[in-house]
């Protein structure tokens, strides 16, 4: 029952953040140059035409007419329909969801598996020659850009050595993961290898892992067990903050990598100013932040019992 | 111009296989009514067709319409269907749906393609209840009747969005069937994921005998790069070459022999907005024209797989002459239009606004115009905006000096100078130069309802010099085709309209020689 106030009351934060992220990508819209009428309507389009679709689109009406009508509609379920696609934008967000939950949980375990066991062994050593190299790896993953790291993965192991598909989603085979994951994986595992580390090596100097110590307990046990579930409090603040760099990341992977997720769709239909497809993976993608925010916040009642206390 | 690679001697048509090609982009719709781009335009022509169609030397043949004819005024076009021509539903094609698709089309996203039949304008305005000049004539014959005689009409009769389409799949599928399409074409839609990939699957029911390729695949890879590994790894029988890469391709022997390179009916441009001051004085507008080397563009930035601009019309373009003179490049001359308008050196004249949209080619043009009209004086800033924005800028008149480029719908020289000169198409409907005189408005009248023909070109040719000296619009380059294409691909033909191959070549004729 400790966890339910807390909770409810993360839970109740939500309405209103959602609302203003809706808000404000609904004003940044209406402020930004470009009709979707005339977008839809290629390089020549028919002033008539451009009419009749600004009305379909119910572009000619006001813009809190429409704001609270795609509102009105939301509370229902209904995300409206794609200016460009003419499908209902529920189904063009199902369609990619998929692919892109796929990524960004493979994402993430590269992260966390690769970022915290780098982490890890380089603080069993520090200041060694072992500790230096991890740390500077971390930094070049940290520091190389997305597009350019992708493909260049796909250069060296798709097309020079063939051990993995270029691009493409595969029909869901793994193979086709491996790439992209790696690549938007790579992001977030130096800060996490760099987290783990810095981490590690603060608990290690507290007093009841130095007891530990004095009592003769293996090395193995004192990190593996006494200091890492302390050392993770932190590391998990940055998975949880590391959510926004995969979805800062995603556009760019899954265009390098063909892959149909949510990212690459958003950064198309604001091209094409598809006003409601924006909005809804908007939506979808702040939807996931917070919760995933959430999640960090119970993790840490799990992790900490002195969170727990002092809510 | 590289040379196309010889091909092998044929060995015959071989069926079977599995054609694979990329977009860059998903295709927005499958419903002809509803297109407006060239990506969905592809894959229309693929399931649904035409009365006509137009081969890769741009002759007119019939698909649909086994026959037609022309009235002696040049305003009737009666045509005659085939007979046993059969949607992929299993029901024939009658001359009913010839005038449903086409009355539901001018109410779509290209009415353009219409508007030239009696009735039209009315009916596309919702005035009327039909297209009073579509009439059908008994089950397998359709007369068409134009409001005054229209040269190309034949090629409109040839565009996707006059494709014929059944009515009750459309009452069933509704707003679906843009998803769900079904046509008379040789292919089908087999599976589409959006964003992933696109298949079609052969229609062995297709009134001209059963299709040699028994699948089509389109992916979905919208980086470049990424289209150009997956065919260098050998899973695209088809892409286009990335930019920057063309004399790469040519000169590497692992791609030089699949590199194809031919003309395309377009044109890259800046243009003027000659409402919007400084650029309604013609001495500034020739002033820039004259200080813009086009070869710096053609050799340097573009490796010579373009062609240098011959005018506003491409040398592949029916009536193309050449005795029409583009403005030269001549900075001396420059220099003296803008002293003779009151701008010594450039002195005085506020700083230009250039806009263009994003792409890395247009960078680097739009830094080599600025670099180019730095020398006589002139500044330039640089408006970069996505494609949404720009073509809202351009069509309400507020860029003055802008880029621009036309690719024709159909090979004739109206769909160039009247689409993109004629006052009567001021803003989205092509003359964002927002230019209006008189006497090119009724050469270019003239010429459109002249019968084919030389005199017919003749005038266009007067038109077009007029434009080129009043410098409303300066050609950069006229477009070309690149393409890999491996050497097993049979059939694919090279239409001079289409900037990929696959954008317009009917694949029924396409194989695979492995």
């Keep these: 029952m400790t966890f339910v106030r807390p909770l409810a009351q993360r839970f109740l934060a939500l309405g209103p953040v959602l609302f203003g992220i809706t808000l404000l990508v609904f004003a940044l819209n209406a402020v930004a140059l470009g009709d979707p009428a005339r977008a839809a309507l290629g390089q020549r389009a028919d002033p008539e035409v451009l009419r009749q679709l600004r009305h379909e689109y119910a572009l000619d009406r006001p813009l809190v007419v429409q704001y609270a009508t795609w509102i009105g509609r939301l509370l229902h379920g209904d995300l409206g329909r794609s200016y460009r696609q003419q499908r209902p934008v529920t189904e063009v967000i199902a369609d990619r969801l998929p692919a892109t939950v796929r990524l960004a949980v493979a994402a993430t375990l590269v992260s966390v598996v690769l970022g915290m066991g780098a982490g890890a062994l380089a603080a069993v050593r520090p200041g060694s020659g072992l500790d230096h190299a991890l740390m500077g790896a971390a930094v070049l993953g940290i520091s190389t850009p997305v597009f350019w790291l992708g493909m260049m993965l796909a250069l060296v192991f798709a097309v020079s050595l063939d051990w993995l598909p270029v691009s493409g989603y595969g029909g869901g085979d793994l193979a086709h993961l491996v790439l992209p994951a790696l690549t938007l994986g790579a992001l977030h595992t130096g800060t996490v290898a760099r987290m783990t580390r810095g981490s590690l090596l603060d608990v290690v100097r507290l007093d009841y892992i130095q007891t530990a110590r004095a009592k003769g307990v293996a090395e193995w046990v004192v990190l593996g067990k006494h200091a890492l579930r302390n050392a993770l409090i932190p590391v998990v603040t940055v998975i949880g903050i590391g959510l926004a760099d995969l979805l800062v990341g995603a556009p760019l992977t899954e265009t390098v990598f063909a892959w149909p997720g949510l990212g690459r769709m958003l950064v198309a239909a604001v091209g094409e100013r598809d006003l409601p497809v924006v909005m809804g993976a908007v939506l979808v993608f702040a939807v996931v932040y917070v919760v995933g925010n959430l999640l960090v916040d119970l993790a840490y009642l799990v992790i900490d019992p002195r969170t727990r206390a002092s809510e | ?514």
């Design chain 2, 1 to 514: 111009m590289a040379a196309l690679p010889a091909a092998p001697a044929p060995v015959g048509p071989k069926p079977g296989g599995i054609f694979r090609l990329a977009f860059g982009t998903d295709p927005p719709t499958l419903d002809p009514a509803q297109a407006s781009d060239t990506t969905s335009s592809s894959v229309i022509r693929q399931i649904f067709d035409a009365l006509l169609e137009l081969d890769e030397r741009l002759e007119v043949r019939g698909a649909v319409a086994e026959r037609w004819a022309v009235s002696a005024d040049q305003r009737v076009y009666t045509f005659h269907l085939r007979r046993g021509v059969g949607f992929q539903n299993g029901r024939e094609l009658g001359a009913s749906d010839v005038k449903y698709s086409f009355e539901r089309a001018a109410r779509g996203k290209r009415p353009w393609v219409f508007e030239k039949i009696m009735g039209a304008r009315e009916f596309i305005r919702g005035r009327a209840s039909d297209i009073t000049g579509i009439r059908t004539v008994g089950e397998r014959t359709v007369e068409i009747t134009l409001e005054r005689p229209f040269a190309p009409f034949a090629y409109l009769m040839a565009y996707d969005a006059a494709s014929i389409v059944p009515r009750e799949e459309v009452a069933r599928r509704g707003a679906t069937f843009a998803s769900h399409p079904v046509g008379t074409g040789a292919f089908r839609l087999g599976e589409w994921r959006h964003d992933d990939q696109l298949v079609l699957e052969r229609f062995p029911r297709h009134f001209r005998g059963v299709p040699l390729l028994e699948r089509i695949v389109f992916r979905i890879i919208p980086a470049e790069i990424t289209r150009f590994n997956e065919f260098r790894t050998g899973n695209l029988d088809v892409a286009d070459i990335p930019t920057g890469y063309c004399r790469r391709v040519q000169s590497d022997p692992r791609t030089s022999e699949e590199v194809a390179i031919w003309p395309t009916l377009g044109t890259s441009a800046v243009r003027f907005n000659v409402e919007r001051p400084p650029f309604d004085d013609r001495r500034i507008r020739q002033a820039i024209a004259h200080a813009v080397d086009p070869r710096v563009a053609v050799n340097g930035l573009l490796e010579g797989c373009v062609s240098a601009p011959r005018g506003i019309l491409p040398p592949a373009m029916p009536g193309f002459n050449e005795r029409v003179r583009p403005l030269a490049f001549d900075p001396a001359l420059s220099r003296q239009l803008l002293a003779s308008a009151g701008y010594p050196g450039g002195r005085g004249l506020p700083r230009i606004a250039y806009y263009y949209n994003t792409t890395e080619l247009n960078q680097r043009i739009a830094e080599l115009l600025q670099a180019e009209l730095r020398e006589i004086g002139v500044r330039l800033e640089l408006r970069r905006l996505d494609w949404a924005a720009h073509i809202k800028l351009v069509d309400d008149g507020t860029a003055g000096f802008f880029r621009q480029g036309w690719i024709a719908d159909y090979p004739d020289p109206e769909n160039f100078l009247t689409v993109l000169f004629h006052s009567r198409n001021i803003g989205p409907a092509g003359n964002t130069s927002r230019y209006r005189n008189p006497a090119v408005d009724r050469l270019l009248d003239e010429a459109d309802a002249m019968p084919a023909g030389p005199a017919r070109f003749e005038r266009y040719r007067e038109a077009e010099q007029v434009i080129l000296d009043d410098a409303v619009w300066v050609s950069l380059y006229h477009y070309s085709s690149r393409a890999l294409i491996r050497r097993y691909v049979r059939g694919l033909e090279r239409s001079p309209l289409s900037s990929a191959p696959e954008f317009l070549a009917p694949f029924r004729k396409v194989w695979l020689d492995r």
